[in-house]
């Protein structure tokens, strides 16, 4: 079965402190990941996804296939960063995503 | 461009009524997807089309009814509402995925927050 768990509902760290969101997922295939991130009244938005091994406003995240894993990261937290994210494991030629269960992140200063 | 819109933003009903929700989007997109975003799950897909005529159910299709008469436009529709269908509804967007097997990314809307009482 498909599913992506994200196991922190809620992260708070203080501004510079290093942060890391947990994302597992169970899948068959060959997986395809991707963090979304939804700021505060605005729309869900790609942060970035695991095939273009990019870095995001200082974020990064590796697949780790022996571990089932796609953990966000970033060195030194900003305010900016507080949002809910979502980790998402595309399920089939169509598009579908798997949403996992969503971690809001509070940086405060 | 607009991108992807969503009307109306906020919806009060009564349980039993009716209502529809409309989704549009000026990328010429041919994938749209109506989601479901509710407190401690995340976002759950309701239904999806992949072309025009075309619509397929999701991981919680039942209580909903979706159209997909014109490219641009996806409509999603409550027949009977009930109380377990408030929630905040968001409509997406997404270019199939092309024969190289690189990734698509999907453009959300603002969403409508629905209450059902």
């Known amino acids: 079965a498909q599913r992506v768990t994200q196991p922190e509902k809620l992260l708070s760290v203080f501004k510079g402190a290093p942060v890391e969101l947990k994302c597992n997922y169970s899948y068959s295939g060959s997986p395809e990941l991707f963090w979304y991130v939804q700021y505060s009244r605005q729309r869900l938005q790609l942060l970035l996804r695991h095939i273009s091994r990019e870095s995001i406003k200082g974020f990064t995240a590796d697949l780790n296939k022996g571990e089932t894993s796609f953990h966000l990261k970033k060195p030194f937290a900003q305010e900016e960063d507080s949002a809910m994210y979502y980790c998402?494991?595309?399920?089939?030629?169509?598009?579908?995503?798997?949403f996992g269960a969503g971690t809001q992140v509070v940086v405060t200063p | 461009n607009a991108g992807v819109t969503q009307t109306p933003k906020f919806r009060v009903l009564k349980t039993g009524q009716s209502m529809t929700l409309l989704c549009a989007q000026d990328?010429?997109?041919?994938?749209m997807y109506w989601y479901r975003q509710d407190p401690g799950m995340g976002l759950r897909l309701i239904h999806y089309s992949v072309g025009e005529g075309t619509t397929a159910k999701g991981e919680v299709p039942d209580g909903y009814n979706v159209s997909r008469l014109k490219k641009q436009n996806f409509l999603l529709g409550l027949e009977s509402a009930a109380p377990s269908q408030t929630s905040v509804y968001f409509c997406?967007?997404?270019?199939?995925?092309?024969?190289?097997?690189?990734?698509?990314?999907?453009?959300f809307g603002p969403g409508t927050r629905l209450t059902v009482l």
């Open positions: 997406a967007s997404s270019y199939p995925r092309v024969p190289s097997g690189s990734t698509d990314t999907q453009y």
């Open positions: 998402a494991l595309l399920t089939d030629s169509w598009g579908k995503l798997q």
């Open positions: 990328m010429n997109h041919e994938y």
